[in-house]
């Protein structure tokens, strides 16, 4: 440190420097003994120059590590976060005065650069997806399927994401449509395409289409059963498993007989191009597909639909049976799980951020704390021996909030691994229990207070009500 025109000041700004470097490297939520393994070496390290070059109270490690503790507690708000900071700061008896307002702390997490969560939420999935590797038939089943966030209505947010044209102007929320693809096997979040209202999911499904290599197989519900998708994929050696789309006639009487209820048929490329398909492509799909079409019956208690019509463009029914085929479909159910955990247990139903770029960060570290849940749960299915399904994983999500305190705070390198191993095998011993058939009637119980709902912007009632009062006067 230099200071040639202060040279009384030199040490105590020197001081400061050490202090801040100190704090600095004691990430805030202490989750970083826990999760460092599971991400790329020097993704969080300071740049040389640039945005993340400076000795700040909100460094990158700090910055990444406090909004990731934000996306572990649902509704856990930055001023939180800057307690927290400000009681490491006084843990460490640093003369540093922390600002108690949360500008700084937002501010840094506005600097934190989206390729890094973007490699920090592959990385996590990596590891799951190794550990949990289990190939179907030789193949490495993805499965994929849409859903809507709702953000904070703020006019930027709006511009960008719509709210639904059945609310009434201000009194709606923006509308953000996203497309995941989760590896069947450990149930990680591989990659995800988002964008409006305007936007199908088929579309954003084919903006993934470059994730797909050779030797994945597709699986998706009706929505994405499109002659077109099938055929790229084809392409580059990815078979599909579709529900059938429920424009397309189930005659189980027509085509090339495979089985009971199984047949092979021959269908033709449809004769518009679809409009977010590039002509190039367009020209690479072939006159016609060769499609297998499958019927079954399910008779599991509680199942709305007794009646499956699956269409694949897995044509051998010797190599792959129905009956498998059918089982195998039955497991994409677990992406409608893997959405409640997001949305539900780790509360991205509602992203809270006020602008289209921050929100694509809070998404993106929401989509990291999930993965690397997903492999410390993972890692305790294959260290004991349990299967990966019943480990719950908001009793996961519960015991790291809790002992990532106490194995970041102890100083003992063998008691730190030993609280990681109570810590897998706490997880390993946490299980949903296995309650076959159970019926869940989609109702609620708790009744909602009595108060009307607001089909009117909220100003509009306030000026109703002042204009009352003036009557009354």
Not at 454 to 467: D, F, I, V
């Amino acid at each position: 440190m230099s200071t040639p025109f202060f040279h009384a000041w030199r040490a105590r700004l020197a001081a400061f420097g050490r202090q801040a470097r100190v704090l600095s490297s004691k990430p805030l939520p202490h989750l970083e003994k826990l999760f460092a393994s599971l991400l790329p070496p020097g993704l969080l390290a300071q740049t040389e120059e640039g945005t993340n070059s400076r000795d700040r109270v909100y460094s990158l490690r700090t910055t990444f590590w406090a909004f990731l503790w934000q996306a572990l507690n649902p509704k856990a708000p930055c001023r939180e976060a800057v307690r927290q900071i400000q009681a490491l700061h006084c843990l460490a008896g640093s003369d540093l005065q922390v600002d108690e307002n949360t500008s700084a702390f937002c501010q840094a997490r506005a600097r934190l650069p989206l390729d890094t969560l973007q490699r920090a939420r592959k990385s996590a999935a990596d590891h799951a997806e190794k550990l949990m590797s289990k190939p179907w038939h030789g193949w490495r089943p993805k499965v994929a399927d849409g859903t809507t966030l709702s953000l904070n209505d703020t006019p930027s947010n709006q511009a960008t994401y719509p709210q639904s044209a059945t609310q009434s102007p201000g009194c709606g929320f923006p509308l953000l449509k996203m497309v995941g693809v989760f590896c069947l096997c450990s149930g990680a979040l591989l990659g995800y395409a988002k964008g409006n209202k305007h936007q199908s999911e088929l579309r954003l499904l084919f903006r993934l289409r470059k994730m797909f290599q050779a030797g994945d197989l597709l699986l998706a519900d009706r929505g994405f059963a499109s002659y077109v998708l099938m055929a790229l994929l084809e392409l580059v050696g990815v078979p599909c498993v579709f529900r059938l789309h429920g424009s397309r006639p189930d005659d189980m009487r027509k085509g090339l007989r495979l089985g009971k209820k199984d047949r092979l048929l021959i269908w033709s490329k449809p004769s518009q191009k679809p409009r977010y398909l590039p002509v190039s492509l367009w020209r690479r799909i072939p006159a016609e597909l060769t499609v297998r079409v499958l019927q079954y019956q399910i008779n599991v208690p509680g199942f709305r639909t007794k009646k499956i019509t699956l269409m694949t463009s897995l044509t051998d029914a010797q190599e792959y049976p129905a009956a498998e085929l059918a089982e195998l479909y039955s497991r994409r159910w677990k992406i409608e799980l893997w959405w409640c955990d997001l949305k539900t247990s780790m509360g991205m139903e509602v992203l809270r951020c006020r602008t289209p770029a921050m929100v694509h960060k809070e998404l993106e570290m929401y989509l990291v704390g999930y993965n690397l849940i997903r492999g410390l749960m993972a890692e305790a299915a294959v260290i004991h021996d349990q299967p990966l399904d019943r480990i719950s994983f908001k009793g996961s999500v519960d015991a790291v909030r809790q002992f990532s305190p106490l194995i970041a705070t102890t100083r003992s390198s063998k008691k730190q691994k030993k609280l990681v191993r109570q810590l897998l095998q706490t997880l390993a011993r946490d299980l949903v229990p296995n309650r076959p058939g159970r019926y869940e009637p989609r109702a609620v119980k708790r009744r909602p207070k009595p108060y009307p709902l607001l089909n009117k912007p909220r100003r509009t009632y306030h000026k109703k009500m002042l204009g009352k009062k003036t009557t009354k006067k």
